[in-house]
């Protein structure tokens, strides 16, 4: 039992889940709103992109190094899919929509896989000289402006998983039907991960890439194969950021990357890979869809949000070294025991 | 008795360098045989060609009777032989249980994890060495010792036949090496054989059957353990004569006058140490780890504020309580971890060397001559015979030995009156073990006084005039001169 309670202290996320309570009857006490349902639905509601990107983000963290991409694939990918469902006037089944993202996102994973796995550079520099690339195919070649969804997608914007309206001050939020999609994916990763040989091969090359190798991992298969995932995972989110927008922005997805990865090492992912877990990523995410959803109820102006995310940033990095020294001390104390 | 493993005329080359000459190794089933040379004398090519991860250039491979023509990986899996690498191949970021079980739910083409099977192989590999530990703890979490357990029963679990063991006391302490030993003990009850790769001397002759040993890419000699001494053990590694009598005949000299007298000295780590060193003299300082004999040299360096006593430098009191003062008084320390302490490793060799020196070799202007340096570092280099090719190279390229005399290069680069030494030989070869005895002895004989803090009892009596024991952080013993013997070291320890 004690090992059990020594366990859960040592993982970032239980940390993050105090922090997230802390701060939650913080809001909850000056301003009365934090629980109110319009206010939680609508945190649901900021939360589908970014957890989606924080996938991605574990994903690349995890098994190989940083990946900066996704933002961009999220842009392209989407822009083609949403364009290419206009010029040909398709109006079957949304998912359609999204399995043509999906494919453009395949292949812009691929390429960043291709050259992280063939000439073993660092992914940081590939993926950042990928999303370059993206971005001028997006606004250069193509010169993506704003534009309106195919009605397939429109119709699919307009569905509204719940509604709901606060009775005191009258205001209503609701919960877009891309939110079962963040469900959907978060199933589908916890099971691969922890349930299939290549999930935990993820882990393993994350952790030793050599002991991977002489294990029987296919080492470069999985790493190319979690870019190409990546890279579909990016479209879906960015798919949902233009359903949930009503329409095709492609100026807002650059520069999403730094508050998601900022996210996934706060819920516990390892910077130097092979440990970070879902979990981690939602509270991560939680945890800063909070401060820049809630802080406004209670008074604190958006400039200030900044200072607030930098702080808790530093903060959370830091929790894992402090973690390390308590647990240093710790051992001693332990083995004086036995000695004694 | 058949032989588990016969390779013949085993050819290996990188790039045009040969790294394997034609190596033969013959090893009879249920033997513990050693594979022992110096650094760089091809002792892993040889495993990763045996375990199919380098393709030979030329020469045969049988095991277990069976020809091998072209060997892979798999191929020396199923052919029972396993490799436990220094580092293991462990997962560190991954729990006992899959560490253990991933090699066979792999081997078996599982694509599902089923949780169940994972615990149900681990123990069963855990059971095979009576190997108790926590199946759900982190790995990283875990002791080295424990580490290379893991390693050893995850070997098992594939009916190894031949475990070959890289150099696998490297990081043990003195404890987990004898529970390491008995561990093999018990295998080789079971009847597998075993590869113990190694260079020390004292660990080949008490787990081994037989010895082979290499240099250079080509076998030296191969012979039962016991036909085997400590003198042609050495020679055969380095292919030198060590003249073990010349070194006991520096021992003959006489002492100057006294340049230090510790006097009740107390510090963190130790307690009341007494103790007077004359120019050209030798002391040596031993005990076991935790026994305060680094702590004393620290203090000595001003590395550790004493609480009580004093310490006299040349008869007058000296205040250490820093480094700079201890180098004004003329005091040199060698640390015990060379590449953390004592070493800047991607740096040049000349850079190394005369570091400690750069206000001595600065112009009027404060300006360094690159030239001045060039020729410091060419003396010390030549002075200590330092084997390499430009001495623009960093320090990292070089051997443990010829890093070690960098180390004592820079700090004689000072002239210092006392010169303190931490575990001098510490991961160095046999070849360059001698020749850092036979500097010190020099040295010595020039009027320096030394100090040699060693665990290494050998060495102690090779080097030092006198010793002292410590034990718990005070002094259990004191030996002069003839007294200084391995037996009453020993005594002295207790």
Redo the contacts between chains.
């Keep these: 039992m004690k090992k059990q309670m020594n366990k859960v202290l040592r993982q970032t996320e239980f940390w993050v889940f105090l922090i997230i309570i802390f701060l939650a009857l913080i809001i909850q006490a000056r301003s009365g709103a934090f629980f109110a349902n319009n206010n939680i639905v609508d945190i649901m509601r900021s939360m589908i992109c970014p957890s989606l990107y924080a996938v991605c983000a574990l994903l690349a963290f995890v098994s190989t190094g940083p990946d900066v991409s996704f933002p961009l694939v999220a842009a392209l990918s989407s822009y083609l899919a949403i364009t290419i469902s206009i010029k040909i006037n398709y109006d079957g089944p949304w998912f359609v929509v999204y399995l043509i993202g999906m494919f453009f996102g395949a292949l812009m994973g691929a390429l960043n896989g291709f050259i992280i796995v063939k000439y073993k550079f660092p992914s940081l520099i590939v993926t950042l000289g990928t999303s370059s690339l993206f971005s001028g195919i997006l606004l250069g070649t193509f010169e993506a402006a704003r534009m309106d969804l195919p009605a397939t997608l429109q119709r699919f914007a307009e569905l509204s998983l719940l509604t709901v309206k606060n009775e005191k001050t009258g205001l209503g939020s609701t919960l877009p039907m891309p939110f079962l999609i963040l469900v959907a994916v978060y199933i589908a990763a916890y099971l691969v991960l922890n349930y299939t040989m290549v999930g935990r091969g993820v882990y393993a090359i994350g952790g030793d890439e050599i002991s991977a190798e002489r294990a029987g991992f296919n080492v470069k298969k999985i790493r190319f194969g979690i870019f190409v995932v990546n890279g579909m995972i990016a479209s879906i989110a960015g798919l949902c950021y233009a359903v949930m927008s009503m329409r095709y922005l492609p100026n807002e997805y650059a520069g999403g990357e730094m508050v998601v990865i900022a996210a996934i090492i706060l819920g516990g992912t390892r910077m130097t890979g092979g440990i970070g877990t879902l979990k981690g990523c939602i509270l991560g995410t939680l945890l800063l869809t909070m401060v820049t959803n809630s802080l406004i109820l209670v008074g604190i102006s958006v400039y200030w949000q900044k200072v607030f995310i930098g702080a808790i940033i530093i903060i959370g990095t830091a929790i894992p070294a402090i973690q390390s020294i308590f647990g240093k001390n710790k051992g001693k104390k332990v083995k004086g025991g036995e000695a004694a | 008795m058949e032989n588990i493993l016969s390779v013949k005329g085993i050819k290996k080359s990188f790039g045009g360098v040969h790294a394997l000459k034609g190596v033969d190794l013959t090893i009879r089933k249920g033997e513990t045989h050693c594979l022992a040379g110096e650094n760089g004398c091809g002792k892993s090519t040889i495993i990763k060609v045996i375990s199919g991860f380098y393709k030979p250039d030329g020469g045969t491979i049988k095991v277990d009777g069976r020809d091998y023509p072209v060997m892979t ?1 798999a191929d020396a899996i199923k052919a029972g032989v396993q490799v436990i ?1 220094q ?1 293991f ?6 729990t006992v249980i ?1 560490n253990l079980a ?2 066979q ?3 078996n083409g ?4 089923n949780k169940k099977e994972f615990r149900k192989i681990a123990e069963e590999a855990v059971a095979k060495i009576n190997f108790n530990v ?1 199946m759900d703890a982190l790995v990283e979490t875990l002791p080295v010792a424990d580490k290379q357990l893991i390693a050893i029963s995850r070997a098992l679990l594939d009916n190894a036949k031949l475990i070959i063991m890289d150099e696998p006391t490297t990081a043990l302490t003195k404890k987990e090496v004898k529970r390491l030993f008995e561990i093999i003990a018990d295998l080789k009850k079971n009847g597998i054989t075993i590869l113990f790769v190694s260079h020390k001397l004292d660990e080949v002759f008490e787990i081994s059957d037989s010895i082979t040993i290499l240099r250079s890419g080509e076998n030296v000699i191969s012979c039962p353990a016991s036909e085997m001494t400590e003198e042609k053990f050495a020679y055969y590694m380095t292919g030198r004569h060590f003249d073990n009598q010349e070194l006991a005949d520096n021992k003959k000299r006489t002492y100057g006058e006294e340049v230090l007298s510790v006097e009740n000295l107390s510090a963190p780590g130790f307690e009341d140490i007494s103790f007077k060193l004359h120019k050209g003299e030798i002391l040596g300082v031993t005990g076991q780890l935790g026994s305060g004999r680094t702590e004393l040299s620290l203090s000595l360096f001003g590395l550790n504020r004493p609480t009580a006593g004093r310490i006299m430098v040349e008869g007058k009191e000296a205040k250490l309580t820093d480094v700079s003062k201890a180098e004004e008084l003329g005091i040199a320390l060698v640390p015990e971890d060379r590449l953390t302490e004592g070493l800047f490793l991607p740096q040049s060799i000349i850079k190394n060397i005369t570091v400690t020196r750069f206000d001595a070799l600065a112009g009027r202007l404060g300006f360094i001559r690159e030239d001045s340096l060039v020729e410091e570092s060419a003396k010390w280099v030549k002075e200590l015979g330092v084997a390499t090719k430009n001495h623009e190279f960093p320090v990292q390229t070089l051997s443990g030995g010829n890093q070690q005399k960098v180390v004592l290069a820079k700090w004689l680069a000072n002239n210092p009156k006392i010169l303190i030494l931490n575990g001098p030989t510490v991961g160095v070869d046999i070849g360059a073990k001698y020749d850092i005895h036979k500097l010190l002895h020099k040295l010595a004989a020039d009027g320096m006084a030394i100090i040699v803090v060693s665990d290494d009892t050998a060495e102690v009596i090779a080097t030092c005039d006198s010793a002292i024991v410590m034990h718990d952080g005070r002094i259990t013993g004191i030996l002069e001169k003839e007294d200084l013997t391995e037996a009453k070291l020993a005594e002295a320890a207790i």
Excluded at chain 2, 89 to 94: A, D, R
Excluded at chain 2, 110 to 113: A, D, E, L, N
């Design positions: 990986p690498y580092d191949s462990i997962f560190p970021n991954l899959e991933f090699n739910v792999l081997a599982k694509k599902f994890v926590d």
